[in-house]
């Protein structure tokens, strides 16, 4: 499986962003698919993660009520919607997804910057 990340960029602080992770290969393996995010000097932490027919999903206190998670089997593609950006949202953003028999596997990463 391979992962590869879009949408990352400068936004002032209140502004949004969209986020997409396009997967290829053997997707047909992957059941949980997240989002984890890690800022300069600190380590990788979960954001947001969804389950394999999109129904549950589950965020990280700080983004609860800002970011949307959601995934599109159909086009093999989740998405991270943030709105009301904050400073403290800035990170690179990694797309993570593991299989039904647990290997991991991790995109690239973006960078998202909120400049206060």
């Known amino acids: 499986v391979q992962l590869v990340e879009s949408g990352g960029g400068l936004v002032q602080a209140g502004g949004s962003l969209r986020l997409s992770c396009a997967a290829s290969?053997?997707?047909?393996?992957?059941?949980?698919m997240g989002w984890y995010r890690q800022a300069p000097g600190k380590q990788r932490e979960l954001v947001a993660r969804i389950t394999a027919g999109g129904g549950v999903a589950d965020y990280a206190d700080s983004v609860n009520g800002r970011f949307t998670i959601s995934r599109d089997n159909a086009r093999n593609t989740m998405y991270l919607q943030m709105n009301s950006l904050k400073p403290e949202d800035t990170a690179v953003y990694y797309c993570?997804?593991?299989?039904?028999?647990?290997?991991?596997?991790w995109g690239q990463g973006t960078q998202v910057t909120v400049s206060s």
């Open positions: 290969g053997s997707t047909f393996s992957i059941a949980t």
């Open positions: 993570h997804a593991i299989s039904k028999v647990l290997t991991n596997y």
